[in-house]
């Protein structure tokens, strides 16, 4: 099934609520005042050049910008200017209810804020847009790298490697992948043994370089014999990479379908190294933004292909809108793989607005851990500074998301996570913190799960296999929903980590807990509640509140106020006296959840 086709995409300009009926389900619709900007992917380019002297493509993702009238109702303004063409108005390849606009800018844009208009009104205007020098190389499934030319969109060349290799190809410029399919498995595609493009050129802070599809997802990748969309080798940085739709094609062994590698795999001189290292083969200042790996293959379903990116020795690197799903490691295989892996050692990534679902065997969804070397690294910060946010993650078996060894200052919040169930252990977020450095803050994230079908689980999972602990868990304004009420709250797989809680390592406020058979945990206090947080419907994952009767409402902490200025939706927070707790801002935009996809398991 395909989720983006499902997903609902309305819209209204007035402060008014809406029931809006779709077949036997009815949501109830508020829209926002203002459409918002969330993202984009490029931040710089050149305003004239390429396709018909225009300039860049850029994709701006956001909520609130209709469902037609791109270019007369809709308009996009950069800098002082309105841009010269409009090619795409849809739902991103991220997360479904994000939508994306696909532009061209043209000469009339200038450096300044990017602002979308919907129906004259205006968005948000804190992304910025430098225009800068640059110059195009086009790529097709038809191109010839013989008669390829410098920005002339009718003389593309056939390989994004043969594009790298030239001498021309320099800082500020960008690979555009035009329409068509990209079958990675055929040689003349890839032209490299692992990679689409395997990168050993860099940009700078003012001129990235970019390999990015045409926008509106024309560009279209069949994936197989692990050949990875972008690679190095050696120490890059200053990258924008983006805008694919991957469809799995080899599902005949585990990793067969890793997506993505970014900066080596470890090694005990990197973890020497520590985050601030500069050992060859670190990935610095990029970002990945609005790919989808999907890994439905002719039965269904990809149980072979894992579809997975991995983040290794890396530093500021951005993960924007990605979904992975339909796709899991191979059945009989230990389930070591991870829909996304953040490894070895970094500092400042970022994880957001992305989707993760529809995957029935992994050793945990999203995880962060330092690969061991006997654990000699963990007692460092090794992956530090990361947040993990805006994120969905459903109908999954498995850890959502792990944090372990080495992992050392880390936020995660506006995270929604629903329908996922226990594989291997038995707990839905795992805290295990080995080497004592995990400083981790949850904040605002919705968790509707069943820890373990078969016993006792838990939401919460803390401390490691060997024996460590994780340094201080902050929990702020959670909704933790266990469907089953036998199961607990917290626990550990090795460790009880009751002591650790006792000597004041956790700090919990103005959470709601619901589901468990004892009520709320031992260690909440007067802010905390165990109630019933009224979601819309959860059988088909809409869990944002009942307004005005949830009691979730109004009944946060200001205290995240600095770190969690909007929710899920993209709805400024608070919207009333106090932030809502949970995922979800009760009176700000509610656009309907996709229907629930049921979990297929193995």
Known sequence: MNIRANGIKQSCRKLILRVVALVTISFPLAVLAAPSVLYTDIESGPNTGGENNNGAYLSIFGKGFGSSGLGTSVKVYVGNGEVARYIYLGPSLGRSDVQEIGVQLGPNTSTGAIKVTVNGVASNTDHSFTVRPGNFYFISPTGNDSTGVKNDITHPYRSANTVLNLSSFQAGDFIIALPGTYVLANTDASSNSDSWLRA??????????????????????????????????????????????????????????????????????????????????????????????????????????????????????????????????????????????????????????????????????????QDSFGGTCWGTKQLTNIKIHDNVLHDLAGQAILLDGGTGDIQVYNNLIYNNVDHRYSDVISLRGDGGQLNASLYNNTVYANADTSGQGFLIGIGGDTGGMPKHITLYNNIFYLTDPQDAWYGGDWTNPQSWINAGNLTSANNLWYG?????????????????????????????????TSPAIDRGTSLTNTVVTLDLDGNARPQGSAPDIGAYEASGATLPAPQNVTLQKK
Request: glycine content about 10%.
């Open 516 to 548: 468990a058979s004892s009520g709320k945990p031992s260690f909440a206090g007067s802010t905390e509640l165990n109630v019933d947080p009224l979601f819309v419907d959860t059988s088909v994952g809409n869990l944002r509140l009942t307004s005005p």
């Open 200 to 369: 050993d050129k860099s940009g700078t802070a003012a001129a990235p370089m970019a390999f990015l599809g045409y926008p509106g997802h024309q560009a279209k990748v069949q994936h197989s014999n692990g050949i990875y969309i972008f690679s190095n080798y050696v120490s890059v940085a200053y990258w924008v990479v983006g805008d694919f739709p991957i469809t799995l094609t080899d599902c005949s062994s585990n990793h067969a379908g890793e997506v993505m590698m970014l900066g080596p795999p470890t090694s005990p001189a990197i973890c020497q190294a520590g985050p601030g290292g500069t050992l060859s083969g670190k990935v610095s200042f990029t970002k990945v933004v609005n790919i989808e790996s999907n890994g439905n293959d002719t039965a269904g379903f990809c149980s072979g292909g894992d579809g997975w990116i991995e983040v290794n020795y890396t530093n500021d690197v951005r993960l924007l809108g990605v979904s992975l799903h339909n796709t899991s490691p191979a059945q009989g295989d230990n389930e070591s793989a991870h829909a996304i892996y953040l490894s070895t050692t970094q500092q400042n990534t970022e994880v957001g607005w992305s989707a993760l679902y529809n995957i029935p065997a992994t050793r945990a969804v999203l995880q962060v851990h």
